[in-house]
């Protein structure tokens, strides 16, 4: 019963092309986050969205955007990618139930790698 | 920040041994998660700790809060193989629209 959904598990792409990496959620959730992890690093936020077309920047925006044009499907886009944004990408989502933040689930991630 | 800061940064053990991980953090919370990564996956609930709450249980696993200090406590007891993994907390803040964010996490070996 896989409830997150991330399009690939491992993606190469050349330096300077324009990467759409996909999230979907099956649960309703109103919240949706994409990460990046680096070794020794930890999980970096770089946007989320609290509702549909409504986005956040996180904590490393640079270089990405995001589009959620409806509720189940959160995308990160890379406008032009470079070899610094080789990493392990999450996307996560989570409810927002009775005033409170709930648990979050996590897709498989994705592993690109830009060259 | 929001995030929470976990500590040790790395835990070797023996299986059968208890482990225990710690998290700070610096704003007022609404309630506290703990997740576990194995190696190259996403990561998983373990646990959630509401703010009116000072200890709560689940199968093998302990979790403590204390807002006073702002710090939690994650203990796994009698620790197996499979336990290997990094264990990450999650301060939550009150009202919608909130970050999730993580640390770099502790990174538990439990060895044969």
């Known amino acids: 019963d896989v409830k997150v959904t991330q399009s690939s598990r491992y993606l190469v792409k050349r330096t300077g092309e324009k990467v759409f990496l996909e999230c979907v959620q099956d649960m309703d959730h109103e919240n949706m986050f994409w990460y990046r992890q680096d070794p020794g690093l930890g999980l970096r936020l770089i946007y989320f969205s609290y509702d549909v077309k409504m986005k956040e920047k996180g904590d490393i925006p640079e270089g990405y955007s995001v589009s959620r044009e409806k509720k189940e499907r959160f995308s990160l886009i890379l406008e032009s990618a470079s070899t610094n944004q080789t990493s392990m990408y999450l996307c996560?989502?989570?409810?927002?139930?009775?005033?409170?933040?709930?648990?979050?689930?996590f897709g498989q991630g994705t592993r690109l790698t830009v060259v | 920040s929001q995030q929470g800061e976990e500590d040790p940064q790395a835990l070797s053990i023996q299986e059968g041994e208890n482990a225990t991980m710690n998290c700070s953090y610096k704003?007022?919370?609404?309630?506290l998660q703990w997740y576990r990564q194995n190696s190259g996956r996403g990561l998983v609930h373990l646990i959630l700790?509401?703010?009116?709450?000072r200890e709560k249980h689940s199968g093998r696993l302990r979790v403590t809060l204390d807002t006073s200090k702002k710090s939690s406590s994650l203990l796994i007891t009698a620790s197996r193989a499979a336990d290997t993994a990094s264990y990450f907390c999650a301060p939550i803040r009150g009202g919608g629209g909130n970050k999730l964010t993580f640390g770099t996490g502790t990174q538990l070996k439990v060895e044969l």
């Open positions: 996560a989502s989570s409810s927002f139930r009775q005033q409170m933040n709930t648990e979050a689930f």
């Open positions: 700790i509401r703010s009116n709450e």
């Open positions: 704003t007022s919370i609404n309630n």
